[in-house]
């Protein structure tokens, strides 16, 4: 077992041991922050003294070729790990599936953002290692939040995706369902201090990371869609230079937010409904390059599923993430409704 860690590098540790380490270090760095390594792609900082009662838990690589938010985490462990960056929140950060960085793709057997909330074991059980993985990461989750210090802390999630296709809105936010709580105005600001104003409200459970979090947890957490797939090095780290600045504002500052939400500078989707490929011959009658959030008018074919023709309900009924080669009973696509920001119950 290894327990003690002086590589170069967090990122390239975790891509050399792609599906787990036999790893359990707990090492104090000069600033007096303690780093604990748990797994391969799993590292949790704890601050000598910390200024909010704050747990942060930052997830990359659920689907392995997204590949910005995967140098955001590097960046971001490498400057706690040298102290460049002084570190007054407790964090837990998460490679998911270095597999699936190994060979630049979504993943290697399975999505795995449909392995969690316990769907890892169920129907044939954990017959490939993404679901192995996924069992695995949601214990380090469970850890991370149990071992926290007593008392009331605040507890925030952020899943860090690109998405395969353009989108109408460079960057979004999904806001998993809260099982009925209101909307919170601080996490929407903080969402806009991260350079994300489009939010999109899941109606119903879902088998996400981010939803887990919340179901399990009772924390604050987001799948946040950060642009546009790109290969590693290829990516203009400019267009994330406000949600990378923001997130260091979280590790070093805290959650806190200045002044009132403005309402008018969000837009808000919600769920308007899923369609799933029932049949083997299901088609979409869009181009396939179609961007996120493109919306239709009431009566227009968006596919066809067997013979039956799957229509818009609505003028504006907009789809997001389109994808015709699901498994059989799975989502093909979303659509979505703008709704006004004054309309949400939030507190
Ligand atoms: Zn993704």
């Known amino acids: 077992m290894i327990t003690e860690f002086s ?18 270090v707990e090492q104090q760095l000069a600033n007096g922050v303690t780093m604990q390594i748990w797994d391969s792609g799993v590292v949790v900082f704890t601050p000598a003294t910390e200024t909010h009662a704050f747990d942060l838990v930052l997830s990359c690589a659920v689907h392995g070729d997204e590949t910005a938010p995967i140098e955001i985490c590097d960046e971001l462990i490498e400057s706690i790990r040298s102290g460049e960056l002084t570190l007054n929140s407790r964090v837990l950060f998460l490679i998911a599936n270095p597999a699936a960085i190994n060979i630049g793709k979504r993943f290697v057997e399975e999505n795995m953002n449909r392995l969690f909330s316990g769907a890892h074991s169920k129907g044939e059980g954990l017959v490939n290692r993404e679901r192995v993985r996924a069992k695995a990461i949601e214990g380090y989750v469970r850890q991370f939040f149990s071992t926290a210090p007593a008392g009331e802390r605040q ?5 860090m995706h690109t998405a395969i296709r353009d989108s109408k809105h460079e960057k979004f936010a999904v806001y998993p369902y809260t099982n009925g709580a209101p909307y919170k105005k ?7 201090l991260l350079d994300v104003p489009v939010v999109l409200l899941h109606d119903g459970p879902t088998t996400t990371f981010s939803y887990f979090s919340v179901n399990e947890f009772g924390a604050d957490a987001f799948t946040l869609e950060l642009g546009k797939v790109k290969p590693f090095g290829e990516n203009d780290m400019q267009r994330f230079a406000k949600t990378k600045q923001q997130l260091t504002r979280l590790l070093t500052v805290g ?31 869009f181009p396939d390059n179609v961007a996120n959030f493109t919306p239709f008018n009431k009566g227009d074919v ?8 799957v229509h818009a309900n609505i003028d504006g009924e907009a789809v997001i993430f389109p994808n015709a080669n699901v498994a059989i009973g799975q989502r093909a696509l979303l659509t979505v409704m703008p709704i006004p920001a004054e309309q949400l119950p939030l507190v």
């Open 7 to 24: 590589e170069q590098n967090f990122l390239e540790f975790t891509r050399e041991n792609e599906w787990g380490a036999d790893i359990q």
């Open 155 to 159: 507890r925030l999630h952020y899943d």
């Open 186 to 192: 601080q996490q929407l600001q903080l969402l806009q």
């Open 255 to 285: 959650p806190m937010v200045d002044g009132e939400l403005q309402a008018d500078a969000l837009q808000i989707y919600k769920v308007q409904r899923s369609i799933n490929r029932n049949h083997e011959n299901f088609r979409l009658h």
């Open 302 to 309: 968006l596919a066809t599923d067997g013979e039956e023709p």
